[in-house]
């Protein structure tokens, strides 16, 4: 059973018939700052990410690229491994489905299952869409104006008959009601919730869960002309990487159940009600939270490939550097809701929020104590009430993040963290230290190391955000390795007055579109 301490948290594996998108980095990207936030904050962590690499659709983009499908999944596989290097990404491990550790595990449920009397033989006759991997009943589909059907996603289907197995996914219904019942936050946002409840409520069928019409995936173990469905496959991965089908390793005692599932919305009802039915029918715990957020469109417009405006990952970070990527895709919308990208949001937030707020609080401060401390940490006389209160402030704040990131709450937290850093700025003008330089020394020793204490612990928790930035910043306060996590926060690991500091250098440069690429600039 994993202790509270843990923290197992993954994001989907992507499908590798094609190269990363912002889509992906954005799921990523919220694991990851979730991830780094629980690891300075003292949980075991444990952050999974990878691709899936099996089903009719991979195998189908490999034989257009005309390129075996191994050799094509390892080259679509290194894109995202490279996209995770590009954005910081601290992910532990990454798993790919063709991997001898994931048959071995997905051939071990499907065992499980069958022990369990949960699959019987049968024959599949309905509909597919091979771009969703998913069967449709007849009244999902829509006819297009092409007279061709499509699922709700948009993707077209084809009609599949063939003998099949099947998941008895019908006699869990009311077990799934009463596990969301019990657990009212085992789905998030409340939205999806709902929507999975109404859905389990509409009534479940039995689930195919194989194939005997492609040969690209997991042979069923005794049955090598059936292919295990790419889904049961795919959703496996996360008991995979904890060590199963060895629930007795160290591994899988330690993360699993996990923590938590980031999917987006699109996977809902996979992860959410499939995947903890399988689990419970092999007698395995489901994970504690399935939470699921919204979707990104580019400048008003559903991004795909026919339309051409898929947002490329590498071109975004190329252009603004990975800390004003990564803010602004965590903080520009509710995270859980629908989005739109826009260069002109990126570059007020790059701008307003990074450089004024956040990169100029620093800079003026580390500036002042430059000039007018002789570079040295300086030393502090006696608090007052304006002192108090901006101590005060920050320190209530970690608890506060603590428990929005206990939710996912990522914006709320990002909120937070930005309003305190617009009380320090207000304090910087009230206190107004440079005037304090010519009239009392002391009293600006006082503000000043306020302030430095101040971008410190703000740097602190901004870390899992923007880590470039914030790891200059506290170079820049010389704190030490062993006082960049959580255990020095607040007056657990105020600064040394008397400190040596380095000369200050800007840490979030502005974007300026005449002279771009940004990023450069910055350091
Ligand atoms: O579904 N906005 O893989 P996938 C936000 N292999 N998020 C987006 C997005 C967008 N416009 N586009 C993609 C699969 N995503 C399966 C998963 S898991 C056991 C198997 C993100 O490559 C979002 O997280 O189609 C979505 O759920 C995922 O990419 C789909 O990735």
New binding site residues.
Partial sequence: MANHKSFYI?????????KP????A???LACDVLARFMRADGRDVHFLTG??EH?QKVEKSAAAAGIPAKQFCDQVSENFRAMNRLLAISNDDFIRTTEPRHVRASQAIWQALERAGAIYRGSYSGWYAVR??AYYAEDELTLGPDGRRRAPSGAEVEWVEEPSHFFRLSAWQDRLLAHYAKHPDFILPESRRNEVISFVRGGLKDLSISRTSFRWGVPVPGESAHIMY??LD?????ITAVGYPDVDSELYRRYWPATV???????VR??AVY?PAFLMAAGLQPPARVF??????NEGQ??SKSLGNVIDPFALVDRYGPDPVRYFLMRDLPFGN??DFSHRAMVNRMNGDLANDFGNLAQRVLSLVQRNCAGRVPLPGVLGDADEAMLGMLDSLLGAMRHSFERQEIHVALNDLWRVIGEANRYVDAQAPWTLAKTDPLRMATVLYVLAEAVRNLALLAAPVVPMGAQRMLDQLAVPAEGRDFRAYGAAGRLQPGTPLPKPLGVFPRFDAKASPAGQAAG
């Fill in positions: 993954t994001t989907p594996i992507y499908y590798v018939n094609d998108h912002i889509g992906h954005y799921t990523t691709t899936d089903g969703d991997e790419v889904w795919a959703l496996t991965n996360y599932h980031m999917v987006g919305k699109d996977i996979f992860h995947w699921a957020h919204g979707w990104w469109t559903k991004m629908d989005g």
